[in-house]
């Protein structure tokens, strides 16, 4: 049972405009959230985080909402730019609670000059 | 440099073969994990260690084993009871398994079974 649902298998964006990658999740009691960025043939790596005290985070380029009401988080890259294609798994967590990371399928993202 | 580093990156193996993957952290993590990676299926996770010789399963852990004995190790066993293995295999880890920290991956190892 997926319990962090990324609905758009890919997006494509052109240079220099937004792009907005979007999740879901079921589990109420996630509270901690995490965009990973992948490259193909590579491991994911780290790129923002939100915890649930917080609506938004930001970080340069990258800038993460979070909806709990919702249950819906964002990650908004501006301005794209074409090293920024890649897969973006969101993932989610209970803090402290000793299990592992919840990921979503991924949103592979096309960044076109 | 700190990192994890798995090895093979490529792994050809036959059907009804046993093969096991390995995964070395220097970054001083108590929790390690494998996640495996098919097209249009995300991240799966398969195992998670979050001490030495302590190891839970994940959603798919059916026909894989691992071992904990050492804090930087560890391996992944691909049985021969996996229906399926053909997959791109990711290692990571994490100082704790406390979900507030990063996950630090691997370069993967793709595995295909001929």
């Known amino acids: 049972d997926q319990q962090v649902k990324q609905n758009s298998p890919s997006l494509s964006v052109q240079e220099g405009r937004i792009s907005i990658l979007n999740c879901d999740y079921t589990n109420s009691m996630f509270d901690y959230f995490l965009w990973y960025k992948k490259y193909p043939a590579e491991g994911p790596t780290f790129l923002i985080s939100?915890?649930?005290?917080?609506d938004k985070n930001e970080d340069g380029r990258f800038t993460v909402f979070l909806n709990k009401s919702a249950k819906h988080l964002s990650l908004h890259i501006v301005p794209s730019q074409p090293g920024d294609s890649a897969v973006y798994f969101c993932?989610?967590?209970?803090?402290?609670?000793?299990?592992?990371?919840?990921f979503g399928k991924g949103t592979s993202l096309l960044v076109t000059p | 440099d700190g990192g994890i580093t798995q090895s093979p990156k490529y792994l050809f193996r036959k059907e009804g073969q046993n093969v096991t993957l390995s995964c070395e952290q220097n970054?001083?993590?108590?929790?390690m994990y494998w996640y495996r990676q098919d097209p249009g299926q995300g991240l799966r996770l398969i195992y998670y260690?979050?001490?030495?010789?302590?190891?839970q399963k994940g959603d798919i852990a059916e026909g894989y084993s691992v071992s904990r004995e050492k804090k930087e190790s560890f391996p992944l066993t691909v049985t021969s009871a996996q229906k399926n293995p053909t997959a791109f295999y990711l290692c990571?880890?994490?100082?704790?398994?406390?979900?507030?920290?990063?996950?630090?991956f691997g370069e993967g190892s793709r595995l295909t079974v001929l």
């Open positions: 260690s979050q001490i030495v010789n302590d190891f």
């Open positions: 939100i915890s649930s005290i917080k």
């Open positions: 990571a880890s994490s100082l704790q398994i406390s979900n507030t920290g990063e996950l630090f």
């Open positions: 970054l001083n993590h108590d929790a």
């Open positions: 993932a989610a967590s209970v803090a402290n609670s000793g299990y592992a990371l919840n």
